[in-house]
């Protein structure tokens, strides 16, 4: 049985990768490596089921008609691209106007501990702390703020989230926009 205190190191598993990688919502440059969650369109004109999006999965693939499962995860889009084109080609002829376009950032974590929902919680590329803890339908009674423990891979971080809401709270209404 853990204490509280090891639950709660655990209670934000991952989300490192919504504070380590500043993720954004928005398509990036051809050289930004994609990952889990991110959302792929892929166009070959005439080709019905092709025309659409494709989400990368949480063990970073997609499921191509006719091609089956794609690794994709981990690499830029140009190079997802011409992989997929590689593959396509095998069954599809003209392939002059295929294009692959990243259509939204997004991020699969997974938020453990002292959460109502623990699990696996889809949210926007840009999306914070607090977001991911209200997609985990949020904190459970006994939750040390202070003590959040953020993870990817083998990069650790404890995270004070109860002094970030308290700085966020203190400037509300208090920020001032300059142009």
Sequence with gaps: MLTRLETLIICVLFIAGLLLTGGS?????????????????????????????????????????????????????????????????????????????????????????YVNEPGMVDLPGDASVQEAITAAGGLVPGAQLDRLQLRRGSDRQVFDFKKYLCLTSAFVGQIEVYL
């Design 25 to 113: 919502s928005h398509a990036r440059s051809a050289d930004t490596e994609l990952g889990p969650g991110d959302v792929l369109y892929i166009s070959l004109p005439g080709e019905e089921t092709l025309n659409r999006t494709f989400k990368i999965d949480r063990l970073g693939r997609i499921e191509l008609p006719e091609v089956g499962e794609v690794e994709v995860s981990g690499r830029p889009l140009g190079e997802i691209e011409v992989g997929l084109r590689r593959s396509l080609s095998t069954v599809f002829r003209d392939m002059d106007q295929f294009e692959v376009t990243l259509k939204e950032r997004r991020k699969l974590i997974t938020v453990l501990g």
